[in-house]
């Protein structure tokens, strides 16, 4: 039983295009992440919502929008993708008052 | 804000060898450490965490670091390497506070001679 899943795990697609990762957790927790890991393995946070509600947005083009309908679920839609969004993008998630968070196996965007 | 450094892009040791991948925090009130490790086209995976209890902390595969106020260090340790542990490693930070965030450092490759 996966703590963390995001589907699909690859996506290739073409400039322009708009596509959407999904994200599970079973774990119970109450705060959800996106990460994005670049081409030089760094990662910064993207989002963060606690409870379905937004708590952390960092500078992020709006051709991203996070969506997260329960607390057990947090989507990213990324309109109009561009070849600069190609990279690694994690889901996490974590409890308050629990340090350490728990991460998805990742999805691959690539886009052509 | 809050982040750690880890110095190097890249630890080569050999197979059997100590293992040591250094990682210092910016902060005058201890955080909360991690490190994660990361192999080849994988997910991240919690090695260990310091969470303010014991400054020795043991994690998985053999690996453990010691958290040193003094130097502001949390580095991490493995006595004898082996070949499945050529990966690449992140120590991170959560600063205490509300809505803290976990930052990463830029991360480490290790690899593992025969």
């Known amino acids: 039983d996966t703590a963390v899943s995001q589907t699909p795990k690859y996506l290739v697609t073409q400039m322009g295009n708009d596509k959407s990762i999904k994200c599970e957790q079973n774990l119970g927790h109450d705060t959800m992440y996106w990460y994005k890991q670049d081409s030089k393995k760094f990662l910064k946070i993207m989002f963060s919502?606690?409870?379905?509600?937004?708590?952390i947005n960092e500078t992020v083009p709006n051709r991203f929008s996070p969506k997260s309908p329960d607390k057990a679920h947090l989507n990213l839609h990324i309109n109009s993708l561009e070849l600069g969004d190609s990279a690694v993008y994690f889901c996490?998630?974590?409890?308050?008052?629990?340090?350490?968070?728990?991460f998805g196996s990742g999805t691959r965007l690539t886009v052509v | 804000a809050q982040s750690v450094t880890q110095l190097g892009s890249h630890v080569s040791v050999s197979e059997g060898a100590l293992v040591l991948l250094r990682c210092n925090y910016s902060s005058s009130v201890p955080p909360y450490l991690f490190w994660y490790v990361q192999y080849p086209n994988q997910g991240l995976q919690l090695l260990l965490k310091y969470t303010s209890a014991a400054t020795l902390v043991k994690g998985i595969n053999g690996f453990e670091a010691e958290f040193k106020k003094s130097e502001t260090s949390f580095h991490l340790t493995k006595p004898s390497a082996h070949m499945s542990d050529a990966a690449e490693y992140f120590c991170a930070v959560i600063p205490t506070g509300a809505n803290s965030k976990l930052t990463f450092g830029k991360g480490i490759t290790l690899s593992v001679r025969p």
């Open positions: 919502y606690n409870n379905k509600e937004l708590i």
């Open positions: 996490a998630s974590s409890q308050s008052g629990s340090p350490g968070y728990t």
